[in-house]
């Protein structure tokens, strides 16, 4: 998909497109505002941090005490889609705008198709993009490609005639600015691209390299970001920090903010839901919550909670009186709902992996799945998700049209189509992390909680990353105007000043 953006170079761009000496060993330093996320000289005695798709066509080589990675002969791989056969890939994920440096070489005799190839925004071995070194340009050849669940296609809106192989060593840079969706690929000289596209299809994923069916040498991989920030300033109140206004508790939980933005949370292993007031004050809402975990208000005032003791989804009044919603499904109970999000049409939707409990006497799930289920103000319950390996999190939108699942089993977030009648289609990735509880701001911004609170733009982009004291389980807006973040984190909760407001 084109994006408007596209055509105009910004100036962080110009500062990011640096001019280097083609075939040099030795790169410039990186920009002040960058920082280098991987290196690789490949001096190593040993090949590390990298994955093969055939590994015994990949190893170090060395000549004229010259040490490099070597693709020596073809793959015997074979993937679902067309897209280059042979691949090594880095472990990292990479999120957003980066620069790629690289130093290539081919070992292939010269023919029209003569290539070696380079992967990025790779999430799986369907849905990636590569730019394809090939010495002739045709629609197969010597562009930007995209592999998005089908073979590959030419994305690329400008490329020269082909790419110039001999037998020598060749710099190539490509530099990635997200927002946009503009890619750009430069050979040797790195003033002026050779290949360029916009496409904002996939904003993160893992780097590689490889051919199709050709051999060749890569040497001083170098992948240079802007220094990601803690916070980010068009979220974050200026000059606003992390504040602890309670602790002493076991493990913190499911926050969920009520009408007026009073803050309730949980304490599982100890048994009680808590309530944060807007006086600052804190009290016990309930005392035997029947091992409450997610937490979400209705638009009535009554609190919903996901409450694994007896395996069921529960709701309580503003006394605490509490009715039984659901507890099982085809007549087996659940494995322990999770967290749970209620749409404007009073839909619920909730996660139900399988954890262990040691208040149960249990050893084993009953249910065949680790599942997503919806509840319709009918009662009428229906599994609408059954391939996940531990869902968790999970978010709607306003409008009742997305959800977001977290499956912290494969690590990794999903995006939902929600349709008129409660199913979810279109099951998308959305972000290379898992998540234990999420919120949204107005904006759309998804806020994930494993190791920090990551923040998610709408597109799939990761904006911020908010460190916490410790380690966050979930995360609401609360507060009269909605624009304190709190965040439940083990033994604490924390919260945080924000520009945006919550939903």
């Not at 590390?48 to 002969?73: I, K, M, P, Q, V």
């Not at 472990?91 to 081919?106: A, C, K, Q, T």
């Not at 290949?195 to 040498?217: N, P, R, V, Y």
Request: one cysteine or more; proline letters at 6%; aromatic letters at 10%.
């Amino acid at each position: 998909m084109k994006h408007p953006a596209c055509g105009i170079i910004t100036i962080c761009l110009l500062l990011l497109v640096l001019a280097a000496p083609a075939h040099s060993k030795n790169h410039p330093a990186p920009e002040t505002d960058s920082l280098i996320v991987i290196r690789d000289d490949f001096q190593a005695q040993a090949l590390s941090g990298w994955e093969a798709t055939d590994a015994d066509a990949w190893r170090l080589d060395e000549r004229e005490g010259e040490r490099f990675l070597s693709l020596f002969t073809q793959s015997k791989y074979q993937p679902p889609v067309r897209t280059p056969f042979n691949r090594i890939l880095r472990r990292e994920m990479v999120h957003g705008d980066f620069m790629l440096d690289i130093l290539v070489r081919s070992t292939k005799e010269d023919y029209p198709h003569r290539d070696l190839c380079i992967f990025f925004g790779y999430q799986d071995e369907s849905h990636h993009y590569y730019v394809h070194l090939g010495k002739t340009s045709d629609p197969h050849s010597n562009s930007i490609f995209i592999v998005n669940g089908a073979d590959r296609a030419s994305i690329a809106d400008s490329r020269n005639e082909g790419t110039a192989w001999d037998d020598g060593w060749h710099s190539v840079r490509i530099v990635r600015e997200a927002g946009s969706g503009m890619i750009r690929v430069f050979w040797d000289d790195h003033s002026r691209p050779v290949m360029s596209a916009c496409d904002s299809a996939f904003l993160w994923g893992k780097i590689g390299l490889g051919s199709f069916d050709d051999t060749g040498d890569f040497d001083d991989l170098r992948i240079q970001m802007k220094n990601p920030a803690s916070g980010n300033p068009a979220i974050q109140a200026e000059g606003a920090e992390i504040v602890r206004i309670c602790s002493g508790f076991s493990f913190t939980e499911g926050p969920a903010a009520d009408q007026k933005g009073n803050v309730f949370f949980t304490d599982q292993p100890n048994n009680k839901i808590y309530k944060w007031s807007l006086k600052n004050k804190l009290s016990v809402f309930h005392d035997s919550a029947q091992r409450s975990n997610g937490l979400y208000f209705r638009e009535d005032g009554k609190l919903l909670a996901c409450a694994d003791e007896q395996y069921r989804l529960i709701e309580l009044d503003r006394k605490g009186r509490i009715s039984v919603l659901a507890g099982e499904y085809n007549g087996k109970p659940f494995n322990g709902p999770n967290d749970l999000w209620i749409d404007l049409s009073g839909r619920i939707y909730f996660t139900d992996p399988y954890y262990q409990r040691p208040w149960w006497t249990r050893q084993a799930p009953e249910q065949d799945c680790e599942g997503v289920y919806c509840l319709e103000p009918s009662g009428r319950l229906s599994r609408v998700a059954d391939d996940f390996k531990k869902p968790n999190g999970i978010i709607g939108t306003p409008d009742g049209k997305t959800l977001y699942v977290a499956d912290i089993g494969a690590w990794r977030i999903y995006r939902y189509n929600i349709l008129p009648d409660g199913s979810l289609s279109g099951k998308k990735w959305f972000a290379p992390e898992g998540s234990d509880g999420m919120t949204l701001d107005e904006k759309g911004n998804v806020y994930l909680t494993n190791s920090a609170v990551s923040v998610y733009s709408p597109a799939g982009l990761k904006i911020a990353s908010i460190p916490a004291p410790e380690m966050p389980s979930n995360a609401c807006f609360g507060g009269k105007d909605r624009k304190t973040l709190f965040i439940t984190a083990r033994t604490s909760v924390y919260t945080l000043k924000m520009k945006v407001r919550g939903i």
